[in-house]
């Protein structure tokens, strides 16, 4: 009998001494400490030096100046940098490249098997996270009449680790009305494409096939509902600033999509449309050009997000004759007024959320959108916190990312020097980790 209970005990304490030595082991291969000379933490109005953020597995243990390296963690230096939360962009196509000649993708489209058409977009999902961009809201992706959802497979694709991207909360196919900025038929010959498209595509005119429409987003994985409620600058029949939805369709549009549980990012240039849409409750007014000072005071009483999607409007201005007559025409109009609504919502305070656009120019050039709000007034500060925790609470995930504390996902970027005294730095990102897993790091 004592030789048994002896025999127990030593195995006992055998057992608590492998596991302790196997969790301490654990602990020294699985912390990272990141260093470097500054630190922004996604929402203060001011860097901090010495910067240092703990990680362990997928998750930051701890973010500050100047804080003691535990024992036996890893520590990776990145000099004179400045550490930031991943940077997000709330207005991205990943599925798509309209860079180049407008008629020629289009028709390229048409011609392209959509699993070809798919495996395109590997390499705008890499170019992406390795800006920086550790999160993206992928807002509409449609190929002419497919019904692949080439959105929620590059999501879960990116999720599962099969391919190298953000981490996306995509919309699926936008919501708009016939002959609207997302009908895709539109331009061309009368039923070409067999039938007027529907709720499936995401064409929908009333309350009630809006309200289908939404559901049937929602149904195949939409993450977030879009809609186009005016016009637009890449569609062949619209004015850029007319309305597309009625005042009781764009309700119908809201509630659902809240009852739902999800939010609303509505594409919107027009003045007018806007104006409904933020009555309505709309959760981001996306481009927003022509609106005028009391419709952004309406957006700051109500706290719409305002997602100016800059880059796009200068990408395209740069390459005009890459464009139909028609739509140059509608990209002058809109290039002309957004400069200063955007000067008149940063003045006013409306909250900005950083988003781009990426398909109308290259993937991976998602970071000059700070430079071009800075240049119309934003402070540096103010730009990156809208291209991080602004971004987080506008696509309700700011308990998970968006700033560097404790708890967070582990999402997180070396700019080189000090982006407030050079905002362009973000263009140059030298260490991506996301998720706690390092993506790209030229640092060394
Ligand atoms: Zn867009």
């Not at 099969?162 to 936008?174: E, K, Q, S």
Request: net charge neutral.
């Amino acid at each position: 009998m004592i030789t048994l209970f002896r025999l127990a005990r030593i195995a006992l304490v055998v057992v608590l001494l492998s596991a302790g030595i196997s969790a301490r082991a654990d602990l020294s291969t699985s912390v990272v400490a990141l260093k470097a000379a500054r630190l922004f933490d996604g929402k203060s109005k001011a860097l901090v030096t010495n910067g240092v953020v703990i990680v362990q597995g997928d998750k930051i243990v701890e973010a500050g100046s100047n804080l003691p390296i535990p024992n036996g963690a890893q520590i990776i230096d990145l000099g004179d940098a400045t550490l930031s939360p991943g940077f997000m962009d709330a207005h991205t196509h990943l599925t798509f490249d309209f860079s180049g000649n407008f008629n020629e993708r289009r028709l390229k489209i048409l011609e392209t098997n959509v699993s070809e058409l798919a495996l395109m977009t590997i390499p705008n999902a890499r170019a992406t996270v390795e800006a920086g961009f550790t999160t993206v809201r992928d807002l509409g992706s449609h190929f002419g009449d497919s019904h692949d959802f080439v959105d929620i497979s590059l999501r879960n694709a990116i999720a599962r680790g099969i391919i190298v991207g953000p981490r996306m909360l995509v919309a699926t196919y936008g919501i708009g009305a016939t002959g609207g900025h997302f009908d895709d038929t539109a331009g061309f010959r009368d039923l070409l494409f067999g039938r007027e498209p529907d709720y499936s595509n995401g064409i929908a005119d009333g309350p009630d096939a809006i309200r289908k429409a939404v559901r049937f987003q929602v149904k195949n994985g939409a993450d977030v509902i879009k809609a186009a409620v005016s016009g637009g600058v890449l569609s062949m029949t619209d004015e850029v600033d007319t309305p597309q939805f009625t005042p009781v369709e764009m309700a119908a549009l809201v509630d659902e999509t809240h009852r739902l549980r999800k939010k609303i990012a509505v594409h919107c240039h027009g003045d007018q449309a806007a104006k409904e849409a933020i009555e309505a409750g709309v959760d981001s007014i996306e481009h927003g050009s022509f609106l005028k000072p009391e419709t952004l005071q309406l957006m700051k009483s109500k706290g719409t997000y305002l997602v100016p999607t800059l880059m796009a409007t200068e990408w395209i201005m740069g390459k005009i004759e890459a464009y139909p007559a028609v739509l140059q025409a509608k990209a002058k109009a809109a290039g002309a007024a957004r400069s200063e609504m955007f000067r008149n919502a940063v003045k006013m305070g409306v909250k900005i959320g950083l988003g781009t656009d990426a398909a109308v120019y290259p993937h991976g050039q998602n970071a000059k959108e700070f430079k071009l709000m800075v240049d119309l007034g934003m402070p540096p500060i103010d730009a990156l916190r809208a291209g991080t925790s602004a971004d987080a609470e506008l696509f309700g995930i700011a308990h998970k990312v968006g700033t560097l504390e404790k708890g967070k996902l582990a999402d997180i970027v070396a700019i080189p020097g000090d982006p407030t005294t050079d905002i362009t730095a973000t263009e140059r990102v030298s260490f991506v980790m996301k998720e706690g897993k390092i993506v790209k790091n030229t640092a060394r």
